[in-house]
């Protein structure tokens, strides 16, 4: 009988019998699957279609057709002894040659011997032994015939393996046959019937996955097939080996300037640059190291594509310019979409990028929770970038020439994460610059170099020109350093308009402590915080019904106290004069002020189109700082996600609350410009001694400026229901002061500061203007 060796390199099974180490059989199990593995399959599977078998699923008992041919052909004899194992397989299978017949002969009755030393009685046996003469006349006689041979024949068998399948492999592999198991349950049942688990090598699988619950020979053979169509779309000896960073220092700067043919000596090979690089090691000198660093490459004739901050998605143009299908596999697609990437400089050229886009999207494609569809948006997006960035990467493109590509930023999505994936592995230099500490970019590749620098530097723009550098004196980055030590969201101590975004949130407070929070700053309310860079902003947000005791005097002494020459002052309802609109409003029409139909084309998906808003002649708000504006948009749509006022998406007054929050009056939006969320909040103080009931567009700018962060106090001696009408939900704290109190006219709290009794909405729109 043979004897059974370890098999060490998966190859190694397809060397003739005398040219192996040991010359014995292997004999080995599959639990897992991987590439290799899938490829090591499909050569196997071909070597035993041609000479071999193919167990699948395994092997099944035999019927009662079987167990009656058997029986009519051989009866029921069963003697427990080689000699007649011998005849009985001389009559089963007559076309065995002697040898052969010997030698099965042999393994069966060893395997029979061991069964029987086990404790196995003789009716056990011999229904053993009538099963294995069934699998051996149908299943397996094609094989039978050339075991012993020097080219050993191939099993190969896809199933779970019992215990009488696994006495029979065992059989045929000490009567001289490679066997290769694939157990699709992961091996559990397989250490069922072998509880040492030495009957069969197991072959270790590096990064393993289960088997899909339907791999059969059919769809690896469908597998492969797909793969030999991607493979048949550029010609493998053309490519070479990306020998990313393998030779490098370290300094980014020192090895991309090392001439590519000097990078390394191996013909089959390119020797490339994959690297990020975080922070700064002198503050003083980056900007024009990077300006010196490019015209150096310049000058040596590198080809340099620099992008900053982001990687512009693919517009309609480019992405319907690439013709693609509806695919059944990820290789169909692949071999489809390869059709597409041309490189007209050269041949070489173009077989590596096909082979980079090729190994990319097949590695993205085994990521959990992968699917094809989302796969073909990533691949057009691949091919889209490559072509609108082609030129200015290779357009003077020459065999052993190394481009650039320079990217300052983050990468912000998955899309440009697998574009720099896809350019490392072609004849680029790709390096990601991330001068300021602050910035964590996602990308995550094993073959992707990191260099870390102590300083932190922000530069949002590459400095391509000489009147882009700043020079920064050392006094500068001194002071910025201290700024970076001492102003953060923990020492409690903050710098002027450090902070770009902000959230309000209502204090709720008894009636006496508003006079008390009321100049206070931001940061010593409670409540205050700093979250991910956004203010949480503690403001009040109260309406105060009834005189206290009755004492009108003391109630107008109270009032003007709140006030002051910096408080938004309103003394008149009801707000609007006629109809559904105010005069103010009409006057913002008149000024050519957004209207609510004409703002219906900026907002989109609930969302507000931004870059077209800021560019249609009727912005009110370009003269302000960027984030001032960004940041009452910000608010405006919050408003309306918020679905605070009544009949937002509902009955279009969402496009009224873009209207409204577009038209602020100049004063308004003097105090937001001016406004640091880390101190004093902007104020409004509203007194409301008339029957009348504030209107849909009061409460819109109400809730609005509560939203932007504005202490709002309305006043309401009467005890009216004055203010919540289109309000879905209560924004007000309210406080129950004393008793009510009709018919007052306030004095003038205010007469030598500029003296708003006017409307609401006549101040915030501010007539002739």
Same mark, same amino acid.
């Not at 069969?200 to 492969?224: E, M, R, W």
């Not at 590749?445 to 920064?472: M, Q």
């Not at 008149?590 to 507000?608: D, G, H, L, P, W």
């Given at each position: 009988m043979y004897k059974r060796t370890l098999l060490n390199n998966l190859d190694d099974i397809f060397l003739p019998l005398g040219q192996r180490v040991g010359k014995g059989i292997f004999f080995i199990r599959i639990e897992n699957t991987n590439d290799k593995i899938l490829e090591f399959l499909g050569k196997y599977l071909d070597k035993a279609a041609k000479c071999g078998v193919v167990l699948e699923p395994g092997l099944p008992n035999p019927d009662n057709n079987q167990l009656s041919y058997y029986n009519e052909i051989m009866g029921g004899d069963f003697e427990m002894n080689p000699i007649f194992l011998d005849n009985s397989l001389k009559k089963w299978l007559?076309? =065995?040659?002697?040898?052969?017949?010997?030698?099965?002969?042999?393994?069966?009755?060893?395997?029979?011997?061991?069964?029987?030393?086990?404790?196995?009685?003789?009716?056990?046996?011999?229904?053993?032994?009538?099963?294995?003469?069934?699998?051996?006349?149908?299943?397996?006689? *094609?094989?039978?015939?050339?075991?012993?041979?020097? #080219?050993?024949?191939?099993?190969?068998?896809?199933?779970?393996?019992?215990?009488?399948?696994?006495?029979?492999?065992?059989?045929?592999?000490?009567?001289?046959?490679?066997?290769?198991?694939? =157990?699709? #349950?992961?091996?559990?049942?397989?250490?069922?019937?072998?509880?040492?688990?030495?009957?069969?090598?197991?072959?270790?699988?590096?990064n393993p996955k289960a088997f899909d619950g339907d791999f059969s020979v059919k769809t690896l053979s469908k597998a492969l097939a797909e793969k030999k169509a991607v493979s048949f779309a550029y010609d493998e000896s053309l490519v070479k080996i990306p020998a990313t960073n393998t030779w490098i220092s370290g300094e980014f700067i020192k090895d991309s300037l090392i001439a590519p043919d000097k990078r390394g000596d191996r013909e089959d090979a390119f020797y490339n640059l994959f690297i990020r690089v975080y922070g700064v090691n002198?503050?003083?000198?980056?900007?024009?190291? =990077?300006?010196?660093?490019?015209?150096?490459?310049?000058? *040596?004739? *590198?080809?340099?594509?620099?992008?900053?901050?982001?990687?512009?998605?693919?517009?309609?143009?480019?992405?319907?310019?690439?013709? *693609?299908?509806?695919?059944?596999s990820v290789a169909l697609m692949i071999a489809d979409l390869l059709t597409q990437i041309k490189a007209p400089a050269d041949k070489g050229l173009e077989n590596q990028v096909k082979k980079a886009f090729s190994d990319v999207l097949t590695e993205e494609s085994k990521k959990e929770g992968e699917n094809l569809n989302r796969l073909k948006n990533k691949a057009i997006y691949i091919i889209s970038w490559y072509k609108r960035y082609y030129n200015s990467l290779f357009s003077n493109y020459k065999p052993g020439d190394m481009s650039v590509f320079i990217y300052l930023g983050i990468c912000h999505n998955h899309f440009e994460e697998l574009f720099l994936k896809f350019l490392s592995r072609i004849y680029v230099d790709v390096v990601i610059l991330l001068p300021d500490l602050s910035l964590k970019d996602e990308l995550s590749d094993e073959r992707l170099f990191e260099k870390k620098y102590e300083y932190s530097l922000e530069l949002t723009k590459f400095p391509v020109k000489a009147n882009d550098i700043k020079y920064g004196t050392a006094a500068f980055h001194a002071e910025r350093e201290l700024n970076e030590t001492l102003y953060t969201s923990d020492s409690g101590l903050y710098r002027n308009r450090q902070y770009k975004s902000a959230t309000a949130i209502t204090l709720e407070t008894i009636l006496e402590e508003i006079n008390i929070l009321w100049e206070e700053e931001l940061t010593f309310r409670p409540n205050f915080e700093v979250v991910n860079d956004?203010?949480?902003?503690?403001?009040?947000?109260?309406?105060?019904?009834?005189?206290?005791?009755?004492?009108?005097?003391?109630?107008?002494?109270?009032?003007?106290?709140?006030?002051?020459?910096?408080?938004?002052?309103?003394?008149?309802?009801?707000?609007?004069?006629?109809?559904?609109?105010?005069?103010a409003y009409q006057n913002a029409v008149q000024n050519k002020k957004m209207t609510a139909s004409e703002v219906t084309k900026f907002y989109i998906n609930k969302k507000i189109d931004r870059r077209a808003l800021k560019a249609h002649n009727s912005y009110q708000y370009g003269i302000f700082r960027e984030e001032t504006q960004d940041f009452i948009l910000d608010k405006i749509e919050q408003l309306i996600d918020s679905q605070l006022i009544a009949g937002t998406f509902q009955n279009g007054t969402e496009y009224t609350i873009i209207s409204l929050g577009l038209s602020l009056d100049k004063e308004l939006m003097r105090m937001l410009q001016n406004f640091d969320f880390t101190k004093k909040s902007p104020k409004i103080v509203a007194l409301c001694t008339s029957e009348q009931v504030c209107t849909l567009e009061d409460s819109i700018i109400l809730a609005l400026a509560h939203y932007l962060g504005f202490d709002i106090v309305i006043f309401v001696p009467t005890g009216y229901q004055v203010i919540g009408k289109f309000f879905n939900k209560p924004l007000f704290m309210e406080h129950q002061t004393g008793e009510y109190v009709y018919d007052l006219v306030a004095p003038d709290f205010r007469p030598n500061s500029k003296q708003h009794r006017g409307s609401f909405i006549d101040k915030i729109f501010k007539r002739g203007r």
């Amino acid at each position: 009988m043979y004897k059974r060796t370890l098999l060490n390199n998966l190859d190694d099974i397809f060397l003739p019998l005398g040219q192996r180490v040991g010359k014995g059989i292997f004999f080995i199990r599959i639990e897992n699957t991987n590439d290799k593995i899938l490829e090591f399959l499909g050569k196997y599977l071909d070597k035993a279609a041609k000479c071999g078998v193919v167990l699948e699923p395994g092997l099944p008992n035999p019927d009662n057709n079987q167990l009656s041919y058997y029986n009519e052909i051989m009866g029921g004899d069963f003697e427990m002894n080689p000699i007649f194992l011998d005849n009985s397989l001389k009559k089963w299978l007559p076309r =065995l040659t002697p040898a052969s017949r010997n030698i099965v002969a042999k393994s069966m009755y060893n395997t029979l011997s061991n069964m029987q030393k086990s404790g196995k009685n003789e009716n056990i046996l011999k229904n053993a032994y009538i099963k294995f003469m069934c699998w051996l006349y149908y299943k397996l006689e *094609r094989i039978v015939k050339d075991l012993g041979n020097e #080219d050993l024949p191939k099993l190969l068998y896809i199933g779970t393996a019992s215990n009488y399948e696994l006495k029979m492999l065992e059989i045929m592999a000490d009567a001289g046959c490679d066997i290769a198991m694939v =157990l699709k #349950d992961g091996g559990v049942s397989y250490k069922k019937a072998d509880s040492t688990g030495n009957i069969a090598q197991n072959i270790n699988v590096d990064n393993p996955k289960a088997f899909d619950g339907d791999f059969s020979v059919k769809t690896l053979s469908k597998a492969l097939a797909e793969k030999k169509a991607v493979s048949f779309a550029y010609d493998e000896s053309l490519v070479k080996i990306p020998a990313t960073n393998t030779w490098i220092s370290g300094e980014f700067i020192k090895d991309s300037l090392i001439a590519p043919d000097k990078r390394g000596d191996r013909e089959d090979a390119f020797y490339n640059l994959f690297i990020r690089v975080y922070g700064v090691n002198d503050k003083a000198s980056y900007a024009s190291d =990077l300006f010196k660093w490019k015209s150096d490459l310049k000058n *040596r004739g *590198r080809q340099i594509l620099i992008l900053e901050n982001t990687i512009p998605i693919p517009n309609q143009t480019e992405i319907n310019a690439i013709p *693609r299908k509806d695919y059944s596999s990820v290789a169909l697609m692949i071999a489809d979409l390869l059709t597409q990437i041309k490189a007209p400089a050269d041949k070489g050229l173009e077989n590596q990028v096909k082979k980079a886009f090729s190994d990319v999207l097949t590695e993205e494609s085994k990521k959990e929770g992968e699917n094809l569809n989302r796969l073909k948006n990533k691949a057009i997006y691949i091919i889209s970038w490559y072509k609108r960035y082609y030129n200015s990467l290779f357009s003077n493109y020459k065999p052993g020439d190394m481009s650039v590509f320079i990217y300052l930023g983050i990468c912000h999505n998955h899309f440009e994460e697998l574009f720099l994936k896809f350019l490392s592995r072609i004849y680029v230099d790709v390096v990601i610059l991330l001068p300021d500490l602050s910035l964590k970019d996602e990308l995550s590749d094993e073959r992707l170099f990191e260099k870390k620098y102590e300083y932190s530097l922000e530069l949002t723009k590459f400095p391509v020109k000489a009147n882009d550098i700043k020079y920064g004196t050392a006094a500068f980055h001194a002071e910025r350093e201290l700024n970076e030590t001492l102003y953060t969201s923990d020492s409690g101590l903050y710098r002027n308009r450090q902070y770009k975004s902000a959230t309000a949130i209502t204090l709720e407070t008894i009636l006496e402590e508003i006079n008390i929070l009321w100049e206070e700053e931001l940061t010593f309310r409670p409540n205050f915080e700093v979250v991910n860079d956004n203010v949480i902003m503690p403001t009040i947000a109260a309406l105060v019904y009834g005189v206290k005791d009755g004492n009108v005097s003391e109630y107008w002494s109270g009032i003007s106290k709140l006030v002051t020459e910096d408080t938004y002052f309103l003394n008149k309802v009801p707000l609007f004069s006629k109809g559904p609109l105010n005069n103010a409003y009409q006057n913002a029409v008149q000024n050519k002020k957004m209207t609510a139909s004409e703002v219906t084309k900026f907002y989109i998906n609930k969302k507000i189109d931004r870059r077209a808003l800021k560019a249609h002649n009727s912005y009110q708000y370009g003269i302000f700082r960027e984030e001032t504006q960004d940041f009452i948009l910000d608010k405006i749509e919050q408003l309306i996600d918020s679905q605070l006022i009544a009949g937002t998406f509902q009955n279009g007054t969402e496009y009224t609350i873009i209207s409204l929050g577009l038209s602020l009056d100049k004063e308004l939006m003097r105090m937001l410009q001016n406004f640091d969320f880390t101190k004093k909040s902007p104020k409004i103080v509203a007194l409301c001694t008339s029957e009348q009931v504030c209107t849909l567009e009061d409460s819109i700018i109400l809730a609005l400026a509560h939203y932007l962060g504005f202490d709002i106090v309305i006043f309401v001696p009467t005890g009216y229901q004055v203010i919540g009408k289109f309000f879905n939900k209560p924004l007000f704290m309210e406080h129950q002061t004393g008793e009510y109190v009709y018919d007052l006219v306030a004095p003038d709290f205010r007469p030598n500061s500029k003296q708003h009794r006017g409307s609401f909405i006549d101040k915030i729109f501010k007539r002739g203007r």
